[in-house]
Protein backbone atom coordinates (compact mmCIF):
# COMPACT_ATOMS: atom_id res chain seq x y z
CA UNK A 1 0.00 0.00 0.00
CA UNK A 2 1.11 3.51 -0.63
CA UNK A 3 0.73 4.41 3.10
CA UNK A 4 4.09 2.63 3.45
CA UNK A 5 6.09 5.04 1.54
CA UNK A 6 6.20 7.29 4.47
CA UNK A 7 9.41 8.29 6.06
CA UNK A 8 11.14 7.16 9.13
CA UNK A 9 7.89 4.81 10.69
CA UNK A 10 6.10 8.46 10.46
CA UNK A 11 3.12 7.46 8.16
CA UNK A 12 1.10 10.34 6.85
CA UNK A 13 -2.58 9.73 8.59
CA UNK A 14 -5.78 11.70 6.98
CA UNK A 15 -9.68 11.53 7.21
CA UNK A 16 -11.92 14.63 6.82
CA UNK A 17 -13.62 14.39 10.14
CA UNK A 18 -10.19 15.11 12.93
CA UNK A 19 -10.80 18.60 13.51
CA UNK A 20 -6.90 19.06 14.27
CA UNK A 21 -6.64 17.62 10.53
CA UNK A 22 -9.11 19.94 9.12
CA UNK A 23 -8.11 23.12 10.64
CA UNK A 24 -5.12 23.34 8.09
CA UNK A 25 -5.19 20.36 5.79
CA UNK A 26 -2.43 21.59 3.99
CA UNK A 27 0.74 20.12 5.19
CA UNK A 28 -0.99 16.62 5.64
CA UNK A 29 -2.27 17.21 1.77
CA UNK A 30 0.87 17.84 0.71
CA UNK A 31 2.57 14.69 2.44
CA UNK A 32 -0.10 12.90 0.95
CA UNK A 33 0.96 14.38 -2.39
CA UNK A 34 4.77 13.31 -2.19
CA UNK A 35 4.34 9.85 -0.08
CA UNK A 36 1.00 8.75 -0.87
CA UNK A 37 -0.43 9.64 -4.25
CA UNK A 38 -2.85 7.15 -3.87
CA UNK A 39 -3.91 6.97 -0.19
CA UNK A 40 -5.74 4.23 1.59
CA UNK A 41 -7.32 5.21 4.69
CA UNK A 42 -8.29 1.45 6.63
CA UNK A 43 -9.83 3.40 9.40
CA UNK A 44 -13.30 4.59 7.23
CA UNK A 45 -12.09 2.59 4.29
CA UNK A 46 -11.34 5.10 1.63
CA UNK A 47 -9.00 6.10 -0.97
CA UNK A 48 -7.75 9.52 -1.70
CA UNK A 49 -5.94 11.00 -4.62
CA UNK A 50 -4.24 13.92 -4.07
CA UNK A 51 -2.19 15.50 -7.11
CA UNK A 52 -3.44 17.46 -9.90
CA UNK A 53 -3.40 15.15 -12.49
CA UNK A 54 -4.94 12.59 -10.71
CA UNK A 55 -8.03 14.32 -9.38
CA UNK A 56 -8.36 15.69 -12.84
CA UNK A 57 -8.14 11.91 -14.54
CA UNK A 58 -10.92 10.59 -11.74
CA UNK A 59 -13.61 13.09 -11.87
CA UNK A 60 -13.20 12.70 -15.82
CA UNK A 61 -13.91 9.60 -15.89
CA UNK A 62 -17.54 8.88 -15.34
CA UNK A 63 -17.85 5.53 -16.29
CA UNK A 64 -15.12 4.00 -13.86
CA UNK A 65 -16.12 6.91 -10.93
CA UNK A 66 -19.86 6.55 -10.87
CA UNK A 67 -22.09 9.50 -8.65
CA UNK A 68 -25.09 6.89 -8.70
CA UNK A 69 -24.52 6.63 -5.28
CA UNK A 70 -24.14 10.26 -4.48
CA UNK A 71 -20.64 12.48 -4.28
CA UNK A 72 -20.39 11.69 -0.03
CA UNK A 73 -18.54 8.87 1.26
CA UNK A 74 -20.89 8.74 3.94
CA UNK A 75 -24.28 8.57 1.68
CA UNK A 76 -21.67 5.68 -0.22
CA UNK A 77 -21.95 3.13 2.28
CA UNK A 78 -25.47 3.26 2.96
CA UNK A 79 -28.12 1.55 -0.03
CA UNK A 80 -29.48 5.08 -0.58
CA UNK A 81 -32.11 5.02 -3.19
CA UNK A 82 -31.16 8.56 -4.94
CA UNK A 83 -34.32 10.51 -5.91
CA UNK A 84 -34.86 10.88 -9.42
CA UNK A 85 -33.86 14.34 -10.84
CA UNK A 86 -31.17 14.55 -7.96
CA UNK A 87 -28.76 14.77 -10.67
CA UNK A 88 -25.70 15.52 -8.89
CA UNK A 89 -26.15 12.36 -7.91
CA UNK A 90 -27.23 10.33 -10.87
CA UNK A 91 -25.35 9.13 -13.44
CA UNK A 92 -25.96 9.04 -18.06
CA UNK A 93 -28.22 8.89 -19.54
CA UNK A 94 -30.71 10.04 -16.82
CA UNK A 95 -28.14 12.97 -15.71
CA UNK A 96 -27.63 14.04 -18.74
CA UNK A 97 -31.28 14.72 -19.81
CA UNK A 98 -32.03 16.08 -16.29
CA UNK A 99 -29.06 18.49 -16.43
CA UNK A 100 -29.87 19.66 -19.69
CA UNK A 101 -32.76 20.82 -18.96
CA UNK A 102 -31.01 23.83 -16.36
CA UNK A 103 -28.19 24.01 -18.24
CA UNK A 104 -28.72 27.16 -20.33
CA UNK A 105 -30.33 28.68 -17.29
CA UNK A 106 -26.94 28.96 -15.37
CA UNK A 107 -24.30 29.93 -18.18
CA UNK A 108 -22.21 32.75 -17.92
CA UNK A 109 -23.92 35.29 -20.19
CA UNK A 110 -27.98 34.59 -18.15
CA UNK A 111 -25.88 34.98 -14.59
CA UNK A 112 -24.42 38.21 -15.71
CA UNK A 113 -27.68 39.44 -17.15
CA UNK A 114 -28.32 39.45 -12.94
CA UNK A 115 -25.12 41.62 -11.63
CA UNK A 116 -27.93 44.62 -10.92
CA UNK A 117 -30.14 42.13 -9.24
CA UNK A 118 -27.35 40.40 -6.93
CA UNK A 119 -26.18 44.04 -6.85
CA UNK A 120 -28.71 45.75 -5.32
CA UNK A 121 -29.43 42.55 -2.60
CA UNK A 122 -25.97 43.36 -1.69
CA UNK A 123 -26.24 46.62 -1.38
CA UNK A 124 -29.29 46.25 1.06
CA UNK A 125 -26.90 44.05 3.05
CA UNK A 126 -24.31 46.29 3.52
CA UNK A 127 -25.93 49.86 3.66
CA UNK A 128 -27.15 49.38 6.64
CA UNK A 129 -23.96 48.28 8.45
CA UNK A 130 -21.23 50.77 6.45
CA UNK A 131 -20.59 53.02 9.43
CA UNK A 132 -20.11 49.87 11.94
CA UNK A 133 -16.53 49.23 13.09
CA UNK A 134 -17.07 44.97 13.26
CA UNK A 135 -18.96 43.30 10.74
CA UNK A 136 -19.35 39.73 10.34
CA UNK A 137 -18.87 38.36 6.50
CA UNK A 138 -21.24 34.98 7.22
CA UNK A 139 -23.91 36.97 9.01
CA UNK A 140 -23.89 40.50 7.29
CA UNK A 141 -23.41 39.24 4.26
CA UNK A 142 -22.65 35.72 3.44
CA UNK A 143 -25.57 34.27 5.37
CA UNK A 144 -27.73 36.14 3.33
CA UNK A 145 -26.60 37.06 -0.24
CA UNK A 146 -26.33 33.63 -1.67
CA UNK A 147 -29.54 32.32 -0.80
CA UNK A 148 -31.72 35.57 -1.15
CA UNK A 149 -30.11 35.40 -5.07
CA UNK A 150 -31.13 31.65 -5.54
CA UNK A 151 -34.34 32.47 -3.96
CA UNK A 152 -35.18 35.56 -5.99
CA UNK A 153 -34.01 33.02 -9.13
CA UNK A 154 -36.64 30.26 -7.91
CA UNK A 155 -38.95 32.71 -6.55
CA UNK A 156 -39.00 31.43 -3.10
CA UNK A 157 -40.34 34.11 -0.95
CA UNK A 158 -37.78 36.52 1.09
CA UNK A 159 -39.02 35.75 4.58
CA UNK A 160 -38.77 31.89 4.04
CA UNK A 161 -34.61 32.30 2.75
CA UNK A 162 -33.56 31.66 6.62
CA UNK A 163 -35.71 28.44 7.18
CA UNK A 164 -34.19 26.99 3.45
CA UNK A 165 -30.84 27.79 4.13
CA UNK A 166 -30.42 26.76 7.92
CA UNK A 167 -31.82 23.19 6.58
CA UNK A 168 -29.50 22.73 4.18
CA UNK A 169 -26.92 23.75 6.74
CA UNK A 170 -28.36 21.01 9.16
CA UNK A 171 -28.14 18.56 6.14
CA UNK A 172 -24.66 19.34 5.50
CA UNK A 173 -23.51 19.47 9.12
CA UNK A 174 -21.49 16.86 10.81
CA UNK A 175 -20.78 16.83 14.20
CA UNK A 176 -17.40 17.14 15.29
CA UNK A 177 -15.05 14.52 14.64
CA UNK A 178 -17.67 12.27 13.26
CA UNK A 179 -19.42 10.69 9.94
CA UNK A 180 -22.69 12.62 8.33
CA UNK A 181 -25.69 10.37 8.80
CA UNK A 182 -27.83 9.70 6.15
CA UNK A 183 -31.25 10.63 7.75
CA UNK A 184 -30.04 13.75 8.43
CA UNK A 185 -30.60 14.55 4.88
CA UNK A 186 -33.71 15.51 3.74
CA UNK A 187 -34.53 14.29 0.37
CA UNK A 188 -37.73 14.75 -0.48
CA UNK A 189 -37.47 18.33 -0.98
CA UNK A 190 -41.10 18.80 0.92
CA UNK A 191 -40.35 21.96 2.25
CA UNK A 192 -40.88 23.22 -1.02
CA UNK A 193 -44.33 21.64 -2.08
CA UNK A 194 -45.86 24.55 -0.85
CA UNK A 195 -44.57 26.87 -3.24
CA UNK A 196 -44.60 24.42 -5.69
CA UNK A 197 -48.60 23.98 -5.82
CA UNK A 198 -48.75 27.88 -5.76
CA UNK A 199 -46.47 28.15 -8.44
CA UNK A 200 -48.96 25.41 -10.67
CA UNK A 201 -51.39 28.48 -9.99
CA UNK A 202 -49.61 31.52 -10.33
CA UNK A 203 -47.57 31.33 -12.79
CA UNK A 204 -44.39 33.68 -13.21
CA UNK A 205 -41.04 34.80 -14.57
CA UNK A 206 -39.40 32.53 -12.14
CA UNK A 207 -37.01 29.41 -12.34
CA UNK A 208 -40.00 27.41 -10.53
CA UNK A 209 -42.21 28.25 -13.55
CA UNK A 210 -39.58 27.42 -15.79
CA UNK A 211 -39.10 24.27 -14.79
CA UNK A 212 -42.56 23.09 -14.41
CA UNK A 213 -43.32 24.33 -17.81
CA UNK A 214 -40.23 23.27 -19.84
CA UNK A 215 -40.56 20.16 -21.95
CA UNK A 216 -37.23 17.86 -22.08
CA UNK A 217 -36.35 14.67 -23.38
CA UNK A 218 -35.72 12.03 -20.53
CA UNK A 219 -33.72 9.18 -20.08
CA UNK A 220 -35.83 6.59 -22.08
CA UNK A 221 -36.10 9.52 -25.04
CA UNK A 222 -39.74 10.24 -23.85
CA UNK A 223 -40.68 14.26 -24.16
CA UNK A 224 -42.38 15.46 -21.67
CA UNK A 225 -42.70 17.87 -18.68
CA UNK A 226 -41.02 17.23 -15.62
CA UNK A 227 -43.48 15.53 -12.47
CA UNK A 228 -44.30 17.89 -9.97
CA UNK A 229 -41.78 15.45 -7.48
CA UNK A 230 -38.62 16.12 -9.95
CA UNK A 231 -39.51 19.65 -9.89
CA UNK A 232 -39.55 19.50 -5.83
CA UNK A 233 -36.37 17.96 -5.71
CA UNK A 234 -34.36 20.06 -9.07
CA UNK A 235 -35.58 23.25 -6.51
CA UNK A 236 -34.36 21.60 -3.36
CA UNK A 237 -31.01 20.87 -5.16
CA UNK A 238 -30.38 24.54 -6.63
CA UNK A 239 -31.65 26.30 -3.67
CA UNK A 240 -29.15 24.01 -1.93
CA UNK A 241 -26.54 23.86 -3.63
CA UNK A 242 -26.57 27.53 -4.59
CA UNK A 243 -26.07 28.17 -0.82
CA UNK A 244 -23.64 26.90 1.47
CA UNK A 245 -20.73 26.81 -1.21
CA UNK A 246 -20.92 30.50 -2.00
CA UNK A 247 -21.81 31.60 1.71
CA UNK A 248 -18.21 29.52 2.22
CA UNK A 249 -16.95 31.70 -0.82
CA UNK A 250 -17.79 35.00 0.95
CA UNK A 251 -16.50 33.76 4.48
CA UNK A 252 -12.97 32.78 2.76
CA UNK A 253 -12.78 36.08 0.97
CA UNK A 254 -13.23 38.17 4.26
CA UNK A 255 -10.64 35.67 5.72
CA UNK A 256 -7.81 35.55 3.37
CA UNK A 257 -8.62 39.18 2.10
CA UNK A 258 -7.88 40.12 5.83
CA UNK A 259 -4.66 38.46 6.32
CA UNK A 260 -2.90 40.28 2.83
CA UNK A 261 -3.60 43.76 3.41
CA UNK A 262 -1.57 44.44 0.45
CA UNK A 263 -3.22 42.86 -2.11
CA UNK A 264 -6.22 43.72 -0.91
CA UNK A 265 -5.39 47.46 -0.59
CA UNK A 266 -3.76 46.70 -4.45
CA UNK A 267 -7.28 45.62 -5.55
CA UNK A 268 -9.17 48.61 -3.79
CA UNK A 269 -7.02 50.53 -5.40
CA UNK A 270 -8.01 48.74 -9.27
CA UNK A 271 -10.80 46.96 -9.78
CA UNK A 272 -9.84 45.08 -12.95
CA UNK A 273 -8.14 43.01 -10.37
CA UNK A 274 -11.59 41.38 -8.58
CA UNK A 275 -11.92 38.48 -10.97
CA UNK A 276 -8.37 37.04 -10.71
CA UNK A 277 -8.90 37.55 -6.94
CA UNK A 278 -11.74 35.63 -6.89
CA UNK A 279 -10.26 32.59 -8.71
CA UNK A 280 -7.66 32.69 -6.48
CA UNK A 281 -9.74 33.15 -3.26
CA UNK A 282 -11.45 29.88 -5.05
CA UNK A 283 -8.01 28.13 -5.39
CA UNK A 284 -6.40 28.85 -2.15
CA UNK A 285 -9.59 27.87 0.03
CA UNK A 286 -12.09 25.92 -2.06
CA UNK A 287 -15.48 25.57 -0.08
CA UNK A 288 -15.74 22.11 -1.14
CA UNK A 289 -12.18 20.71 -0.86
CA UNK A 290 -13.21 17.04 -1.30
CA UNK A 291 -15.76 15.31 -3.42
CA UNK A 292 -16.67 11.34 -3.45
CA UNK A 293 -17.20 9.08 -5.91
CA UNK A 294 -17.96 5.53 -5.90
CA UNK A 295 -15.38 2.88 -7.76
CA UNK A 296 -18.06 0.94 -10.42
CA UNK A 297 -15.18 -1.12 -11.49
CA UNK A 298 -11.43 -2.03 -10.58
CA UNK A 299 -9.43 0.02 -12.33
CA UNK A 300 -5.46 0.93 -11.84
CA UNK A 301 -4.73 4.06 -10.51
CA UNK A 302 -1.04 4.61 -10.04
CA UNK A 303 -0.38 1.35 -10.76
CA UNK A 304 -2.02 0.10 -7.77
CA UNK A 305 -5.97 -1.98 -8.42
CA UNK A 306 -8.11 -0.08 -6.51
CA UNK A 307 -11.43 -2.37 -6.61
CA UNK A 308 -14.67 -2.29 -7.53
CA UNK A 309 -17.01 -1.28 -4.51
CA UNK A 310 -14.75 1.01 -3.23
CA UNK A 311 -15.05 4.70 -2.32
CA UNK A 312 -12.66 7.35 -3.87
CA UNK A 313 -12.78 10.73 -2.34
CA UNK A 314 -11.01 13.57 -4.81
CA UNK A 315 -9.21 15.74 -2.87
CA UNK A 316 -9.77 18.80 -5.09
CA UNK A 317 -8.38 21.07 -1.98
CA UNK A 318 -5.17 19.63 -2.38
CA UNK A 319 -5.03 19.51 -6.11
CA UNK A 320 -5.08 23.44 -6.19
CA UNK A 321 -1.82 23.54 -4.36
CA UNK A 322 -0.12 21.01 -6.73
CA UNK A 323 3.59 22.37 -7.28
CA UNK A 324 3.38 20.97 -10.38
CA UNK A 325 0.85 22.81 -11.56
CA UNK A 326 0.86 26.05 -9.79
CA UNK A 327 3.98 28.11 -9.12
CA UNK A 328 4.28 28.59 -4.87
CA UNK A 329 1.26 27.03 -4.19
CA UNK A 330 0.99 27.65 -0.75
CA UNK A 331 0.91 31.38 -1.39
CA UNK A 332 -1.91 33.40 -2.03
CA UNK A 333 -0.87 35.56 -4.99
CA UNK A 334 -4.25 37.31 -7.41
CA UNK A 335 -1.30 38.12 -9.84
CA UNK A 336 -0.40 34.42 -9.97
CA UNK A 337 -0.24 33.20 -14.16
CA UNK A 338 -0.78 29.12 -13.88
CA UNK A 339 -3.52 27.41 -15.34
CA UNK A 340 -6.63 27.54 -13.92
CA UNK A 341 -8.31 25.45 -10.34
CA UNK A 342 -9.82 22.97 -9.63
CA UNK A 343 -12.77 24.53 -7.51
CA UNK A 344 -15.88 23.68 -9.56
CA UNK A 345 -14.66 20.03 -10.19
CA UNK A 346 -14.50 18.15 -13.43
CA UNK A 347 -16.07 16.47 -15.82
CA UNK A 348 -20.05 15.83 -16.68
CA UNK A 349 -20.66 16.77 -12.94
CA UNK A 350 -18.74 20.14 -12.80
CA UNK A 351 -20.53 22.63 -10.82
CA UNK A 352 -23.44 23.68 -12.49
CA UNK A 353 -23.59 27.34 -10.98
CA UNK A 354 -19.81 28.85 -11.08
CA UNK A 355 -20.94 30.96 -13.60
CA UNK A 356 -22.96 32.50 -10.55
CA UNK A 357 -20.57 31.81 -8.11
CA UNK A 358 -17.99 34.40 -9.92
CA UNK A 359 -20.72 36.81 -10.69
CA UNK A 360 -21.85 36.89 -6.62
CA UNK A 361 -18.11 36.56 -5.60
CA UNK A 362 -17.12 39.73 -7.44
CA UNK A 363 -19.93 41.59 -7.07
CA UNK A 364 -19.36 41.15 -3.22
CA UNK A 365 -15.67 41.94 -3.12
CA UNK A 366 -16.72 45.20 -5.37
CA UNK A 367 -19.55 46.45 -2.54
CA UNK A 368 -17.40 45.37 0.29
CA UNK A 369 -14.12 47.17 -0.70
CA UNK A 370 -15.98 50.42 -1.72
CA UNK A 371 -17.50 50.68 2.19
CA UNK A 372 -14.58 48.71 3.87
CA UNK A 373 -11.29 49.40 2.24
CA UNK A 374 -9.56 48.07 5.36
CA UNK A 375 -10.20 45.55 7.96
CA UNK A 376 -8.56 42.41 10.80
CA UNK A 377 -9.98 39.05 11.02
CA UNK A 378 -11.05 38.65 14.68
CA UNK A 379 -9.58 35.45 14.75
CA UNK A 380 -10.74 34.43 18.21
CA UNK A 381 -14.58 34.85 17.31
CA UNK A 382 -13.96 33.17 13.73
CA UNK A 383 -15.70 29.73 14.03
CA UNK A 384 -14.79 27.47 11.24
CA UNK A 385 -16.59 23.55 10.45
CA UNK A 386 -15.28 20.72 8.15
CA UNK A 387 -16.89 18.10 6.55
CA UNK A 388 -16.24 15.53 4.35
CA UNK A 389 -17.98 18.00 1.40
CA UNK A 390 -17.76 21.59 2.89
CA UNK A 391 -15.24 23.49 4.97
CA UNK A 392 -15.33 27.09 6.03
CA UNK A 393 -16.65 29.68 8.49
CA UNK A 394 -19.46 30.00 10.08
CA UNK A 395 -18.28 33.02 11.63
CA UNK A 396 -15.83 35.33 9.99
CA UNK A 397 -15.85 38.57 12.36
CA UNK A 398 -13.46 41.51 11.67
CA UNK A 399 -12.59 44.51 13.20
CA UNK A 400 -12.87 47.31 10.30
CA UNK A 401 -9.95 50.03 9.88
CA UNK B 1 1.69 18.19 -33.37
CA UNK B 2 -0.20 21.04 -35.10
CA UNK B 3 0.76 25.08 -34.34
CA UNK B 4 -2.49 26.83 -33.22
CA UNK B 5 -2.51 30.04 -33.19
CA UNK B 6 -4.75 31.94 -29.71
CA UNK B 7 -4.66 35.98 -30.39
CA UNK B 8 -5.94 37.98 -27.07
CA UNK B 9 -8.61 40.63 -26.97
CA UNK B 10 -5.05 43.08 -26.86
CA UNK B 11 -3.86 41.67 -29.85
CA UNK B 12 -1.44 39.30 -27.76
CA UNK B 13 -0.55 36.32 -29.68
CA UNK B 14 0.30 32.97 -28.43
CA UNK B 15 1.93 30.20 -30.95
CA UNK B 16 1.42 26.80 -29.67
CA UNK B 17 2.62 23.55 -30.30
CA UNK B 18 -0.76 21.15 -29.45
CA UNK B 19 -0.81 17.43 -29.83
CA UNK B 20 -3.00 15.79 -32.08
CA UNK B 21 -5.72 14.04 -30.20
CA UNK B 22 -5.89 17.07 -27.74
CA UNK B 23 -8.37 19.89 -27.80
CA UNK B 24 -7.89 23.78 -28.39
CA UNK B 25 -9.29 24.43 -25.31
CA UNK B 26 -6.68 21.90 -23.74
CA UNK B 27 -3.89 23.21 -25.48
CA UNK B 28 -4.47 26.36 -23.76
CA UNK B 29 -4.98 25.48 -20.52
CA UNK B 30 -1.85 22.95 -20.51
CA UNK B 31 0.10 25.90 -21.42
CA UNK B 32 -1.26 28.70 -18.87
CA UNK B 33 -3.07 30.59 -21.78
CA UNK B 34 -5.17 33.30 -19.87
CA UNK B 35 -8.18 34.15 -20.77
CA UNK B 36 -9.45 30.35 -21.23
CA UNK B 37 -10.41 28.18 -18.41
CA UNK B 38 -12.06 25.19 -19.16
CA UNK B 39 -13.49 24.31 -15.78
CA UNK B 40 -15.27 21.11 -17.07
CA UNK B 41 -12.55 20.07 -18.64
CA UNK B 42 -13.57 19.06 -21.99
CA UNK B 43 -17.01 17.76 -20.82
CA UNK B 44 -19.14 20.27 -22.84
CA UNK B 45 -20.44 21.81 -20.06
CA UNK B 46 -19.53 24.86 -18.53
CA UNK B 47 -19.30 27.43 -21.60
CA UNK B 48 -15.30 28.93 -20.38
CA UNK B 49 -13.40 27.89 -23.30
CA UNK B 50 -15.46 29.99 -25.92
CA UNK B 51 -12.97 30.92 -28.99
CA UNK B 52 -13.95 32.55 -32.22
CA UNK B 53 -12.59 30.45 -35.08
CA UNK B 54 -10.58 32.07 -37.79
CA UNK B 55 -12.98 32.40 -40.78
CA UNK B 56 -10.73 30.73 -43.22
CA UNK B 57 -10.55 27.85 -40.28
CA UNK B 58 -14.05 27.87 -39.37
CA UNK B 59 -15.59 24.60 -42.43
CA UNK B 60 -12.27 22.82 -40.82
CA UNK B 61 -12.95 22.12 -37.41
CA UNK B 62 -15.75 20.11 -37.13
CA UNK B 63 -19.41 19.98 -36.59
CA UNK B 64 -21.40 21.62 -33.48
CA UNK B 65 -22.38 19.46 -31.79
CA UNK B 66 -26.54 19.61 -29.76
CA UNK B 67 -24.91 20.51 -26.39
CA UNK B 68 -22.88 22.84 -27.65
CA UNK B 69 -25.18 24.62 -30.01
CA UNK B 70 -27.17 25.46 -26.65
CA UNK B 71 -24.26 26.54 -24.50
CA UNK B 72 -22.94 28.65 -27.26
CA UNK B 73 -25.99 30.27 -27.47
CA UNK B 74 -25.16 31.44 -23.74
CA UNK B 75 -21.51 32.22 -23.66
CA UNK B 76 -20.51 35.93 -23.58
CA UNK B 77 -20.61 37.63 -26.98
CA UNK B 78 -21.53 34.80 -28.94
CA UNK B 79 -20.66 35.24 -32.64
CA UNK B 80 -21.23 33.11 -35.77
CA UNK B 81 -17.85 31.61 -35.58
CA UNK B 82 -18.34 31.07 -32.07
CA UNK B 83 -17.04 26.95 -30.82
CA UNK B 84 -16.11 25.58 -27.51
CA UNK B 85 -12.46 24.95 -27.53
CA UNK B 86 -13.17 21.77 -25.56
CA UNK B 87 -15.15 20.35 -28.56
CA UNK B 88 -12.44 21.31 -31.54
CA UNK B 89 -9.98 18.04 -31.54
CA UNK B 90 -6.71 18.70 -32.89
CA UNK B 91 -5.78 16.54 -35.83
CA UNK B 92 -2.93 17.41 -38.73
CA UNK B 93 -5.15 19.15 -41.15
CA UNK B 94 -5.65 21.94 -38.20
CA UNK B 95 -1.93 22.55 -38.30
CA UNK B 96 -1.73 26.71 -38.47
CA UNK B 97 -5.30 27.21 -37.25
CA UNK B 98 -5.87 30.63 -35.86
CA UNK B 99 -8.57 31.20 -32.86
CA UNK B 100 -9.53 34.51 -31.30
CA UNK B 101 -9.87 35.08 -27.76
CA UNK B 102 -13.42 36.15 -26.35
CA UNK B 103 -12.86 39.83 -24.38
CA UNK B 104 -14.13 37.54 -21.27
CA UNK B 105 -15.24 33.66 -20.15
CA UNK B 106 -17.52 34.93 -17.08
Redesign the interface.
Known amino acids: MSTSAATGGDVVYWDPYRPDLGKDPYPTFKRLREEAPLYYNAEYDFYAVSRFADV ?1 AC ?2 NHETFISGRSDIMEFMREDMEVPKGMFIWEDPPEHTAY ?2 VV ?2 VF ?6 ALEGMIRDYCVRCLDPIAGNDRIDFIADLGGQLPGGVIGMLLGIPDEDRDAVRDQVEASLRTEEGKPMELEQANLTGENYEEYIDWRMKTPSDDLMTELLNTEFKDATGTVRKLTKEEVLIFVMLLAGAGNETTSKLIGWMGKILGEHPDQRREIAADRSLV ?1 AAIEEILRFEPPGPSVARYVAKDVEVLGQVVPAGSVMLNLIASANRDESRFTDPELFNIHR ?4 HMT ?5 H ?3 G ?2 LA ?2 EGRVVMEEILKRFPDWTVDTDNAQLSSSSSTRGWDTMPVFVG | MAKITYIARDGETLVLDVERGSTVMRGAVDNALQGIIGDCGGACSCATCHVYVDPQWYDKVGEIGATEEILLEEVCDPQPNSRLGCQITITDDLDGLVVRLPEKQV
Do not use: Q, Y
Not at chain 1, 107 to 112: A, D, G, L, Q, S
Not at chain 1, 344 to 348: E, L, P, T, W
Open positions: ELGRAMRTPKRMNPRDPPFGRGISCLMARV
